[in-house]
């Protein structure tokens, strides 16, 4: 008996849930209404009511087709010739172009699902396993905590305003709250900036994605040493304050939009994040690695990576991850897309190979964190150009990365003297700059006809890409770096950053979150 | 009774073991450890940041014989551990006051 009314209230929710999921797609019609009216009955009405909100959309978008052939002429009792059979043709032939649109759209959205999925993996496990092997093992929950709530946090702040400050208007410096609580994003294409023709939906969860794995890098910075609660609240602020604005700036039509009349110096190229979530993330993460200080015992203790083998494996699951970061930034299973896969592999490839040579060279072996590092600068080298740059500049690119970036964590770091603890700075701000800039030298109109070539291809005409490159580089740093040490000292004023010094020695696993990584009975 | 304690190179454990055993010793306890003499430990690099590690593992090999023994038992481990280089380990004998068998309450040498 128990298990019978437990199961009534189950479909009961699950039919509540259904009919608020589906409540954007159907303002128009009255259905909503009898569906929520109707939640209260028995468990059999309930098969056929979710059949109903599921089986709604698919008349709207397939009777189109029908009703377009039955408009016009037909083509088939014509000839050539005759009078009005070009008109009947161009009909036909712009009925056919939106079937065949119709038709690739269950390809780009299933792949842009699968994307969104991929990016996901990136946080938790990919950067949590990359990060939590690299610290000591006591601190090795607070990271994984920190990257498995940011999932959680930054996604319900993602649906109440954080899309809509995106992407929401025309205004060029931020967006509005037009689209708070995901209003009007809906199961319809084309709504959003740039999202083409897959459903808003799909769009809105994709790049929420992005907006958990920002904040999560910065979390290499203050390793082992950060409140928890300070970091929660550090992140909500700077996704609102830093993310959304960058956000909206390349992708919502915003100051360093590429191409837009009001946008500086012609905007910048940046196909799917190099400036608003690396070069963001890594050069917040440089002002929180000097505004918190060092950890105890940084220079003297021993702070050996815990756990390589989990570090190995997170930069291949976040390798794999950006396949869906960065050719999933199309946002259409195309061409496109394709090239953005390849170059993306061909960087991580290249930047694996040239920090673990310059290692071998430089001191006699090459380690697998340095194999495990330089895959990850190529992959963040490569974000911003993945969809203006040919596989063979990739290669360059990633190699490139993989040996500046290795100097800018070893050499440039020990020069500063910040501790910086996981490099996030160091691979995050140092690669995502070298991207940027490098996106404005192999750019290429063979790859992407809609944009402009970069200096290697047209040396005169590139250079105005090169400094639209440059000056989105030189506004995110000034706004991050800005914007990052207020919120900084805010905090610093009102919460506190740092745990006590016993808490640091004892480690964040006990002291923040009550729990042990590692028991072994 | 004495008890012998036998620091001695991880590759090393399965000989000494082998060579205890054929000479009569039928217990024996093993802890992995981390320590320091002569031999000195080496660094590594992480990211370009050195580390010193002072503290090499080694295992230690805990058995416990009449005073009869002692000399066969140190002379076997001896012969197994060693290689020549800085880094075989040490032994210690001590004096032990008595031992005895859980399951029957056995003492002394009867226990071992």
Known sequence: MFRHWLIAVGMCCLLGLTSIRNLPAQEADAAPAEATTETSAEAAAVDEETKDAASEPTPATSEEPVEANDEGPDLGSMQPGDPGYSTALMTRLIQLEKTAEEAALPGHNAWMLASSALVLFMTVPGLAMFYGGLVRKKNVLGVVMQCIFLMGVMTVLWGLVGYSLAFGGDNPYIGNLDHALLTGVTMTGGEAPMSGSIPTLTFMVFQGMFFIITPALICGAFAERMKFSTMVVFSIIWGIVIYCPLCHWVWGGGILAFGEDHALAGGALDFAGGTVVHISSGVSALVCALLIGRRLGFGTDDMRPHNLTYTALGAGMLWVGWFGFNAGSELASDGLAANAFVVTHFSAAAGAVSWAMIEWITRGKASVLGAASGAVAGLVCITPAAGFVQPMPALVMGASAGIVCYFACSKLKAAGGYDDSLDAFGVHGVGGTLGAVLTGVFATTQVNPGYANGVFYDPSGGMSVLIGQIVAVLVTFVFSIVGTFIILKILDATMGLRVSQEQETVGLDLSQHGEEGYIFL | ?112
């Open chain 2, 1 to 112: 009774m004495k008890k012998i304690e036998a620091i001695v190179r991880h590759f090393k454990l399965e000989d000494v073991k082998n060579a205890l055993t054929e000479h009569g010793i039928h217990g024996m306890t093993v802890t992995e450890v981390r320590g320091f003499g002569r031999q000195k430990g080496h660094t590594e690099m992480y990211r370009g940041t050195e580390y010193t590690v002072d503290f090499v593992p080694k295992v230690k090999i805990e058995v416990v014989c009449s005073d009869g023994s002692l000399q066969t038992v140190v002379d076997t481990i001896l012969q197994a551990a060693q290689t020549g280089q800085i880094g075989d380990g040490k032994i210690f004998v001590t004096d032990l006051q008595n031992s005895i068998r859980i399951r029957t309450g056995e003492t002394g040498e009867e226990a071992l």
